[in-house]
């Protein structure tokens, strides 16, 4: 058995695809803008977002707002 210096880093193993929405870069006292289309896309992000909340566990509270047609994600 030996170890061996790599000159490229490795890439990070995760379960399953890449995920759509960048809700792991939001923080506290940052708001998540995402432009919707059409209005099924309303409830495909929210239900994303509170599956991922569900499973990730932020240590933030969270807060959606519809306006207009974008969707808002608060972390408060």
């Known amino acids: 058995m030996m170890i061996i210096k790599t000159e490229t880093p490795i890439k990070e193993l995760y379960r399953g695809r890449e995920p ?16 919707i289309t059409n209005k099924g896309d309303i409830n495909r992000v929210k239900s994303a977002f509170y599956q991922w909340r569900k499973y990730n566990n932020p240590p933030y509270k ?9 969707i808002l994600i608060h972390a408060i």
């Open 20 to 35: 759509k929405y960048p809700f792991k870069d939001l923080s506290p006292g940052n708001t998540l803008v995402i432009d």
């Open 62 to 70: 969270s807060r959606t707002q519809l306006s207009g047609s974008k």
